[in-house]
């Protein structure tokens, strides 16, 4: 059974930073990437970064420069540093299994986490 489980969000202000964790278990092997995603009220959700087995990355122009997506293999978990948080940040961040080709990620359908709240006060 696939498990994803955040942890990390909280309450910051505005210029501060946050490090999430996705911690996984479970994953199938047609599995090979790890995508974080956000959704604030009334917006769409949408895919902030993305990593894959082999470490490549990729992120919403809205984040690069401010925010890294990493792995630990060895623990099964992905971090994503938020760095120079925005108001603008400020939502519900999910984790999702899925698939990396071409360069892009691909999400599951099947497979999200519960979610961690990031607020980013003014």
């Known amino acids: 059974q696939v498990q994803l489980v955040e942890s990390g969000g909280g309450l910051v202000q505005a210029g501060g930073s946050l490090r999430l964790s996705c911690a996984a278990s479970g994953i199938p092997f047609s599995i090979n990437a790890i995508g ?6 009334g917006k769409q959700r949408e895919l902030v970064a993305a990593i894959n087995i082999g470490g490549n990355t990729n992120y919403a122009d809205s984040v690069k420069g401010r925010f890294t997506i990493s792995r630990d293999n060895a623990k099964n978990t992905v971090y994503l540093q ?3 948080l925005k108001p603008e940040d400020t939502a519900l961040y999910y984790c999702n299994a899925g698939t990396w080709y071409g360069g892009n ?3 599951s359908r099947d497979y999200w986490g519960q979610g961690t709240q990031v607020t980013v006060s003014s």
């Open 105 to 107: 990620y691909y999400h």
């Open 82 to 84: 938020m760095n120079s």
């Open 36 to 41: 974080w995603y956000r959704q604030a009220p």
